[in-house]
């Protein structure tokens, strides 16, 4: 690296998420300086369509100038007030009104943080609140999913079943339990129809709860369609038989829609797509295209109401953070809101998704492609070496990080998760440029195959 260069000093100081930090000592970084819409541009000025909207987040692109209109305007009047101990302020209020107008299911509460992982982290203390209040101080387990994603601060990341996050952490924590994924393409049986291999999903969630004792779980977390995991779509009915084992024992329905929300899949909420009936919701990146950190906590007034009664009993309810509904994020997530009403961005997503979703499962016929899926404006295509068995290449043929890096080559930002590679763009895309992605994706594919061949 050139002495000094803004790569030299990234190397020297810069301890990056998710990333190999000894690899990047060699690589440095990939440093995109501004972004235009679907495009964001490197400092060498070369355009990328960011096929991930960032991490699945900036759904209003990269350059909403009314976003920034937002956050200028609430900087000058008010630029920071906590929540705490009875203080509010508009932005705020607005906010967690239109939020419970827009819930799933009648929804009574919200609770504002920061990110994903604090809403999931603020789930599990809420959680374990409302059931002690009810007398229940066993029931304090959570079940979610094998590579469900749901975060990274201690508690969160024991929700977390992606097989990163725990080596090394001693993680996850006593009573966070993984039940198994609903992958049909990947575990689904010989012979076995999506139906019952549904069925069988069910079978394995009560099988844990009878194995854990129905009066110790609390609560299943799931994403109405797993992302980190790889962009799992469950077969049809899954939910609700996951759903009618929960009721059976007692057990809250959370639904992680920090990835699915907000028109994501074609619906308002995930959930709407995929038939979760949530006790309680998490949201994040796109309640404000990501433009400022601000996440969610939503809850039905069954939840709600024992909180409640226990932070009266107790004198305060013990869980908040400095930027809980933080004004700037709020009034940037209200007019993010806003817009998507103007818009109708759900009728645009509708719109353009059967052109994503054709173009997608085109790629099936490519040599390489194993599996596509995808609902929405989110899908994934999965690299293998058989086609006909499914077997996977040898994890260090690294196909997944070939076929990343060629896409990067011909100006497309894609996320390999592994051998998976996942395609979440803003949400605002157009028909041409969804060509654009799909049609450098096709020669990022040719050349990782090419390369796979030497
Ligand atoms: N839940 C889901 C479904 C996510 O995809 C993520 C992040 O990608 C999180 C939670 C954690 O959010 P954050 O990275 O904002 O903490």
Known sequence: FQPNSPAARDVAYFLHPYTNAKAHEEQGPMIIERGQGVYVYDDAGKAYIEAMAGLWCASL?????????????????????????????????????????????????VFFCSSGSEANDTVIKLVWYYNNARG??????????????????????????????????????A??????????????????????????????????????????????????????????VPPATYFEKIQAVLKKYDVLMVADEVICGFGRTGNFWGSQTVGIKPDILSC??????????????????????????????LGVLGHGYTYSAHPVCAAVALETLKIYEERDIVGH??????????????????????ETRGRGLMGALEIVADKAT???????AGA??????????HGLIVRSIGDTIAFTPPLIINESQIDEMFDKMHKALDDALAALKK
């Open 175 to 232: 009573g966070f339990k993984h039940t198994s994924n609903p992958h049909y393409y990947r575990f689904g049986q010989e012979g076995e129809s999506e139906e019952d291999f549904a069925t069988r999903m069910a079978n394995d969630l009560e099988q844990m709860i009878l194995e854990e004792g129905p009066e110790t779980v609390a609560a299943f977390i799931a994403e109405p369609i797993q992302g980190a995991g790889g962009v799992i």
């Open 390 to 396: 499914k077997a996977p290449f040898d994890p260090k």
């Open 284 to 313: 994040a990146k796109a309640l404000s295209s990501s433009y400022l950190p601000i996440s969610a906590v939503m809850m039905t007034d069954e939840v709600y109401q024992p909180i409640a009664q226990a932070s009266a009993d």
């Open 349 to 370: 997503v509708q719109a353009v998704a059967p052109r994503f979703l054709e173009r997608l499962h085109a790629l099936g016929a490519h040599p390489l492609v194993g």
């Open 136 to 173: 229940r101080h066993a029931k304090k387990k959570f079940i979610s999913r094998i590579k469900g994603y749901h975060g990274v601060t201690v508690a969160s990341a024991s929700l977390t079943g992606t097989p990163v996050n725990h080596p090394g952490f001693d993680l996850p924590l």
């Open 400 to 409: 997944g990080a070939l076929a990343y890096k060629a896409a990067a080559e």
């Open 61 to 109: 692109g990269f350059d909403e100038k009314r976003l920034v209109k937002a956050a200028t305007a609430q900087l000058e009047k008010l630029p920071y007030y906590h929540t705490f101990a009875h203080k509010a302020h508009l932005p705020g209020i607005d906010l967690a009104e239109k939020l419970i107008q827009l819930a799933p299911v009648p929804m009574s509460k």
